[in-house]
């Protein structure tokens, strides 16, 4: 992973939409569907009023491949 620090809140945004995901999502999984993931939710967080938050597509792509690598080792 890059030298960023991710926040926590950063993080558990990451995981909350992680958990929607779903096998074909996981087969998918690439970093144009990470930028399409941050794109949704500024998309999300225009329509409701929400502070931006500042997304890298690569964090989310990096930490969701881990995540995925991780679920399918069990």
Same mark, same amino acid.
């Given at each position: ?10 993080? $558990?945004?990451?995981?909350? +939409? ?7 999502? /996981?087969?998918?999984? !690439?970093?144009?569907?990470? @930028? ?10 225009? $329509?409701?009023?929400?502070? +931006? ?7 989310? /792509?990096?930490?969701? !491949?881990?995540?995925?690598? @991780?679920?399918?080792?069990?």
């Amino acid at each position: 992973m890059k030298d960023t620090l991710l926040t926590d809140e950063i993080m $558990e945004l990451i995981a909350y +939409l992680y958990s929607f995901m779903d096998e074909e999502d /996981y087969a998918n999984w !690439s970093l144009q569907e990470a @930028q399409n993931m941050v794109n949704d939710q500024y998309r999300y967080e225009i $329509e409701h009023g929400y502070t +931006l938050g500042h997304y890298d597509p690569v964090d989310f /792509y990096e930490v969701i !491949s881990e995540f995925i690598r @991780q679920d399918t080792e069990l």
